[in-house]
């Protein structure tokens, strides 16, 4: 079973930074995305960043592109998310996800980002204060 566990949420000052991290475990890494999500409150969900690990394809949401980048560490398992210049309208609850993406084009991956993938952890609160 896929099992993801998203870490490292917290309260920080606007301009701050926090680096999320997702532990990857139960499907082979070379097959599969994983992608970062957020909502907050009265908002709709938000796909902000994925990496693809056959080919280190990297999507990011323009809300955060320039201040969010996504790395893994396949030895680990483990994908995280530096998160630099935090804004208050940052302030979600932030999901990691992941879905078998090997072969999907662009396109697809930015479809993905849209609704959402197959198997999702529990989310870690991000709390940016102005």
């Known amino acids: 079973d896929v099992q993801l566990q998203a870490s490292g949420g917290g309260l920080v000052q606007a301009g701050g930074s926090l680096r999320l991290s997702c532990a990857a475990s139960g499907f082979n890494f070379d097959d599969y995305a994983i992608g970062w999500f957020r909502q907050a409150p009265g908002r709709e969900r938000e796909g902000v960043s994925c990496i693809r690990f056959s080919d280190d394809y990297t999507y990011y949401a323009e809300s955060v592109k320039g201040r969010f980048t996504i790395s893994s560490d396949n030895n680990k398992n483990t994908v995280y998310l530096q998160m630099n210049s935090l804004k208050p309208e940052d302030t979600a609850v932030y999901y990691c996800?992941?879905?078998?993406?090997?072969?999907?084009?662009?396109?697809?991956?930015?479809?993905?980002?849209?609704?959402?993938?197959?198997?999702w952890g529990k989310g870690t609160q991000v709390t940016v204060s102005s």
């Open positions: 996800a992941a879905e078998n993406l090997v072969g999907a084009d662009g396109d697809w991956l930015r479809a993905v980002m849209t609704y959402g993938m197959d198997d």
